[in-house]
């Protein structure tokens, strides 16, 4: 365990040793018979790692042997779930309905997000049975109980009409939900931030601020020294801003050109819209507004942005595609 002749070095000043010895206090039994890494610990036998390694993916792997039919979940169900979910699903005393809702995303109203309506993968819902369910008592249930609810609920939503289809480790990827298609890859990146390696700002200056926080183009440029108004167009800040803001907020649909968005480097597409002029560019970027081509949706659809945030993304795209 103390091989390296840096450790045996530390050893004798006495602060490193109150630690090992309060180390050693405690962990002398298990660090003799310890096989980890650093000579202490246990590697995790397989059974252990099978206790918590449960996820299932959409293409099935990770189920468990087993299967289940519809007509066999309903009595489960009734049994273990419809206390608070409700015979039909349908929510008892502000517990979530598990069906219903179909419709519901695209209209005007609040929309209603259940199994049927909102969910991506039937995976989803038996490793959410699985892992969580019920809620008094999870994992609980067998395998057999969970696809059999699971079965149930896919029932419930009208996705499979036969109730005694067999769901099982082979079928249960076959059943697709309706708003599958309707889950895209997100190419925002996570993070666009480049490492400061010299004459940096004062570490200590800098706060993180909430969403509500006034317009970043205005901090970034008050604390270069700038007044926001005049810097818009030519301070590096604004342009940093721009970019940022763009990369995380627009790109997703001016990147690819999205749903009929005017695709950013695009020169013929950009020429016709900056000849309205900025302002309309920037009233149609904030407020938002159906065009010919498609919808723009207000700050697209990031409220959290501040007018100036926003037009800093329009002067940078309209940049972009000179
Ligand atoms: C004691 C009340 C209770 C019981 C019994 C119960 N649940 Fe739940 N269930 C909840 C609560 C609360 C949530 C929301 C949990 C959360 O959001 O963290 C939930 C969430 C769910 C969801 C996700 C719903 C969604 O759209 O987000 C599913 C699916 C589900 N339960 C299935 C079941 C099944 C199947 C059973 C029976 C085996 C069951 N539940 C039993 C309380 C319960
Ligand atoms: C969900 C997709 C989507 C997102 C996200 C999005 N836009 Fe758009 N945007 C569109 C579409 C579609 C159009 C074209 C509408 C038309 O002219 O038919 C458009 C058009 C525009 C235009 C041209 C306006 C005009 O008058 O011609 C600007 C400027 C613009 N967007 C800025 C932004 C900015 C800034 C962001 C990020 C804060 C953003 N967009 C995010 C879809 C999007």
New binding site residues.
């Given amino acids: 365990m103390f091989k390296s002749p840096n450790q045996t070095k530390t050893m004798s000043r006495p602060s490193t040793l109150l630690v090992l010895a309060m180390v050693l206090g405690s962990g002398i039994a298990q660090a003799e018979k310890g096989s980890g890494y650093y000579g202490y610990g246990q590697v995790a036998t397989p059974e252990q790692i099978a206790g918590w390694d449960i996820d299932v993916r959409p293409d099935g792997l990770g189920l468990p042997e087993g299967s289940g039919t519809a007509e066999e979940g309903e009595w489960i169900y009734e049994e273990k779930c419809a206390a608070c979910h409700g015979s039909f699903g349908e929510g008892v005393d502000g517990y979530p309905s598990l069906a219903g809702g179909e419709g519901t995303l695209s209209g005007d109203g609040r929309p209603h997000k259940t199994i049927g309506s909102y969910w991506n993968y039937t995976s989803t819902v038996f490793d959410y049975i699985n892992r969580a369910m019920p809620y008094t008592a999870p994992r609980s249930l067998e395998p057999d109980e969970v696809y059999s609810l699971t079965a149930y609920l896919l029932f419930m939503n009208y996705i499979i009409d036969d109730e005694t289809f067999e769901l099982n480790q082979d079928t249960l990827s076959t059943v697709r939900l309706p708003n599958e298609p309707n889950f895209i890859p997100d190419e925002r990146p996570d993070t666009d931030n480049t490492r400061c390696m010299s004459e940096c700002r004062d570490a200590a200056a800098i706060e993180i601020k909430s969403q509500a926080s006034p317009s970043l183009a205005e901090e970034l440029a008050a604390a270069q020294g700038g007044d926001s108004e005049t810097a818009a167009e030519s301070s590096p800040a604004v342009a940093t801003v721009g970019k940022s803001?763009?990369d995380q907020?627009?790109?997703?649909?001016?990147g690819s050109g999205?749903?009929?968005?005017?695709k950013v480097g695009d020169i013929d597409q950009?020429q016709?819209?900056t000849a309205?002029g900025m302002t309309?560019?920037?009233?149609?970027?904030?407020e938002?507004?159906?065009?010919?081509?498609?919808?723009?949706?207000a700050?697209?659809?990031?409220m959290n942005?501040s007018d100036d945030?926003?037009?800093a993304?329009?002067d940078?795209?309209?940049q972009e595609s000179q």
């Fill in positions: 803001v763009y907020s627009c790109m997703l649909c001016h999205l749903a009929g968005a005017p950009w016709a819209r309205a309309t560019l920037y009233k149609h970027a904030i938002g507004y159906q065009g010919d081509a498609g919808v723009m949706p700050k697209g659809g990031f942005l945030d926003v037009k993304a329009v940078y795209m309209v």
